[in-house]
Structures are given as structure tokens and as C-alpha cells.
């Protein structure tokens, strides 16, 4: 047959009292903590930014395309809206030029002119962008 021990409960020892908190205080506590975990679990303000891969450059120097402050706004902007709705490659162009972007990385892959947009199949990409 098992031993079992009893062992005393000391009832001397000391416990500490639990203060209740009021419903109101209580409130603003939960929403002070709530607020803080939104903030920290929501991502920062993303900054969309834009770089060329060595083959884009080469391609856009070889075919006259130049690379502007204005452009790589343009190409910032596109990058942004199409995150926001979940792309992850896609084709910014407009009327005379073209570029294939990955959103991740943020890095133009390649370029073309106008010229050869017109004999060319777009693969591998899940959104395109015009050009603001």
C-alpha cells in the first residue's frame, strides 16, 4: 500500500490582500494596454523605395531610358499601390517606356522603350501600374 503525507496548511502566513480596481480605472487600463499592443503590432509607415538591378541599368542605358528623380518617384508610387493590394511582381509602364518590378525587394529587374513593348509578352508578373 502507497504512504501518503499530510502536510499542515500554516494559516499564520500572510496574504495579500487584492485591492479591486474600479470598473472606470479599470477601463482606461485595458485601452492604455490595447492601444500600446496595436502600435507596436502594427507596421510602421512603410517608406517605398525603388533600385535598379545591374541588368536594369544596362538595359536602360542601352535603350535611352533616363533614370530621373521624377521617375523613381514614379516608380516609388507604383510599387506602393501595388503592395497595398498584394502584388508582388509587376509591369509599371507608360506610353514610351516599361519596367518590371519586384515589390519585396523593391528592384527594378528590367526595362524597355516603347519600341520593344510592342513585340513582347509580359510573364510572370500578377499586376501592372501606369505611370503617374
Do not use: C, W
Not at 502507497?2 to 479599470?26: F, G, K, L, S, W
Not at 492601444?35 to 525603388?50: D, L, N, T, Y
Amino acid at each position: 500500500m502507497a504512504e501518503y503525507r499530510i502536510t499542515p496548511i500554516d494559516r499564520t502566513a500572510q496574504v495579500e490582500q487584492v485591492q479591486p480596481v474600479r470598473r472606470r480605472e479599470a477601463g482606461s487600463q485595458f485601452g492604455s494596454m490595447l492601444q500600446r499592443e496595436i502600435q507596436s503590432a502594427a507596421p510602421a509607415q512603410e517608406s517605398f523605395s525603388v533600385a535598379f538591378s545591374k541588368h536594369a541599368k544596362a538595359r536602360a542605358e542601352e535603350r535611352g531610358i533616363e533614370v530621373t528623380p521624377t521617375l523613381m518617384d514614379q516608380l516609388a508610387d507604383s510599387v506602393e499601390r501595388a503592395s497595398a493590394k498584394g502584388a508582388t511582381n509587376i509591369l509599371a509602364f507608360d506610353a514610351t517606356r516599361a519596367f518590371i518590378i519586384n515589390i519585396p525587394h523593391g528592384r527594378v529587374i528590367t526595362t524597355m522603350s516603347q519600341e520593344e513593348m510592342q513585340e513582347n509578352i509580359f510573364t510572370n508578373i500578377d499586376g501592372a501600374v501606369l505611370l503617374k
